[in-house]
């Protein structure tokens, strides 16, 4: 029988997964307002995708629900061409058309600012590093793999590591490094985690016993866990302030992940790349990650949603003829050869990106997302 405790993080996964769908909802209601704004005819916003539950027509748009929840879209009179109408898509200026397209990148921006704001006025615990100079800093289970020494020997993910016990001492660890360092040094060894579990009001202290293995599963650690340092890292300010922090926050969250994924492609092409799950997340992936941080509470949820956001506007800037910043790039060619692109071509592009995106997606979700959701439902029922 599974128990109110194990349903409880399901939950967590079915909001988590909501939460993305709004994301994509609010970008393609940047489209939407941008075109009714120039005047052009927008002949259906749907929430999710065909084929359709039920739509409304209210004026001249029509409204759906869609049986495939993984996303939104909206569908512009003339944006694949072939439409000689005044109102058309294709009949706007070239900037006319930019803005538009730009709209669902925009809109991710200001989701993000409007998070992050949320987050300043309420303030966040969030991941710190090793080198960070905190008090009170604590080490969170974030994952536990199956069959490890860390789920035979009980720890759940949300426990807050206090401390190791070897040979009845026990040293206090607050550090990522500390930990893996105790426990590498005593593989094959029986040793006792001390960790707390549960609220302020209903906080238990444990003391688990497990023996580090020697030969690890790759990837997993001798004990099989996945820890985060966790802290205080932004205090709770002024209403007033907190949408100039919250602009000032996504300013530099957007030139942080410029910058790493530079650093990461870079790597890649020049061959000194590490390929791993930690570096690659399908919408499966990042649904888990934002469920593991709805469970460190409202602060770090929405400062995690404001980073998906702000990744999420960059991404669809890439220059790939299936995302926005593809289609900018086709407009570019438009505005240098003073005439469109064929409509034969450019769709034939389109679909072929969009298809390659599609088999990437599957690829990330079978070689590391699958894994990361197995792991999640073992952590969720063993409670």
Known sequence: MVSLSAIYPILILIGAFLSLIVLMIIHEFGHFIIAKKFGVKV???????????????????????????????????????????????????????????????????????????????IGADLPANDTDIIENAQLKVVSISNDSPASNAGLQVRDTIKGITINGVETPINKVSEFQTITGENRGKEIAITVERGSQNDLQTLNLKLTPRVNPPEGEGVVGIGIQRMATLIQKTAWYMAPVQGTIYTWQMTVGTVEGLYVLLAGLVGGNGNVTGENFAGPLGITIFMANAASYGAGFFLYFIGIISVSLAIFNLFPIPALDGGKLIFLTIEKIKGKPVSEKVEGWITTVCFVTLIVLSLYITVRFDISRFANFLQSALSR
């Not at 409304?56 to 929840?69: A, D, H, Q, R, V």
């Not at 879209?73 to 058309?97: A, C, P």
């Not at 803005?99 to 704001?117: D, N, Q, Y």
């Open 43 to 121: 002949e259906e916003f749907g929430i999710g995708y065909p084929p359709r539950i039920c739509g409304k027509k209210i004026g001249e748009t029509i409204y759906s629900l869609n049986w495939i929840p993984l996303g939104a879209f909206v569908r512009i009179l003339g944006e694949e061409g072939g439409v000689d109408d005044y109102r058309s898509f294709t009949n706007l200026k070239i900037w006319q058309r930019v803005l538009i397209i730009i709209g669902g990148v925009v809109a991710f921006w200001i989701t993000a600012i409007v998070l992050f704001s949320v987050v300043f006025a």
